[in-house]
């Protein structure tokens, strides 16, 4: 199925529902949830996926695992989705929490054949166990670290958000403290206590994750001017510490 909401047959008595979607560059899909577990997966473009614990970013060929009843919204930078919406009672090894993972080929043949099938397929069938071979699938999959934590309260959350939607080097600790009403330590310390870790080092994480919406369209040299970095050597370093690959895989 493409293109069609989920509510119009999470009621039929299947344990995956699987949908492709399209949608616009920057298109929003404003807070919501879904009572089954979802595997959102990005045949193109990039997304941004958002819970009160933090932010994923999900960039082509990769897929988020989302549980089931945990509210979330996704920014879709030119995304064509395929999504398997499954019977929490037939994936109880599902995470608790979002987790961005690597799609193999084979996976990745399932959920574009997927994509076409009906909502409802026979029992038995081909269709339902190209279903079933996917689901077998995903429990082998690896997970990516993707992710960053985003503060529960206020003006922590805000800016945190604001500085994920457009990164600024010359951004500070200073400034962000002045923009609190907060004295450096206090907006220091109450920030440790909300995001686990130092203002500065939350904003290179962020920073890091931002270019992984940049490399699609620009070099490895251009990205890493952009964020501030004093050479393209020093971006990929941090880069591939952060996240276990060098930039150039995903430009």
């Keep these: 199925m493409r293109n069609v909401p989920v509510a119009d047959y999470d009621h039929l008595?299947?344990?995956?529902?699987?949908?492709?979607?399209?949608?616009?560059?920057?298109?929003?899909?404003?807070?919501?949830?879904?009572?089954?577990?979802?595997?959102?997966?990005?045949?193109?473009?990039?997304?941004?996926?958002e819970t009160d614990e933090g932010s994923w970013t999900v960039p082509t060929d990769r897929a988020v695992m989302i549980p089931p009843r945990v509210p979330h919204e996704v920014r879709m930078l030119d995304v064509s989705t395929w999504s398997l919406y499954i019977e929490p009672a037939a994936v109880p090894w599902w995470p608790t929490q979002c987790i961005v993972v690597d799609v193999r080929p084979l996976l990745r043949e399932l959920l574009r054949a997927s994509a076409a099938f009906p909502a409802e397929v026979e029992a038995g069938g081909h269709e339902d166990a190209v279903l079933r071979l996917a689901l077998w699938e995903l429990r082998d999959v690896s997970p990516v670290p993707l992710a960053i934590s985003l503060p529960r309260d206020e003006p922590f959350r805000a800016l945190c958000r604001g500085y994920l939607a457009a990164p600024d080097v010359a951004v500070s600790n200073a400034g962000w403290?002045?923009?609190?009403?907060?004295?450096?330590?206090?907006?220091?310390?109450?920030?440790?206590?909300?995001?686990?870790?130092?203002?500065?080092?939350?904003?290179?994480?962020?920073?890091?994750?931002?270019?992984?919406?940049?490399?699609p369209g620009s070099s490895v040299t251009a990205v890493a001017a952009r964020l501030g970095y004093a050479s393209p050597a020093a971006f990929t370093a941090a880069f591939t510490r952060a996240f276990g690959t060098p930039p150039s895989r995903f430009s």
């Design 177 to 215: 403290a002045r923009s609190a009403a907060m004295s450096e330590r206090t907006f220091d310390r109450r920030f440790r206590e909300q995001a686990g870790t130092s203002p500065a080092a939350w904003r290179a994480r962020a920073r890091l994750l931002a270019s992984l919406r940049m490399l």
């Design 13 to 49: 008595p299947v344990d995956v529902l699987p949908i492709g979607t399209d949608y616009p560059p920057g298109y929003l899909l404003p807070r919501h949830e879904h009572r089954r577990a979802q595997l959102l997966y990005g045949a193109s473009g990039v997304m941004l996926v």
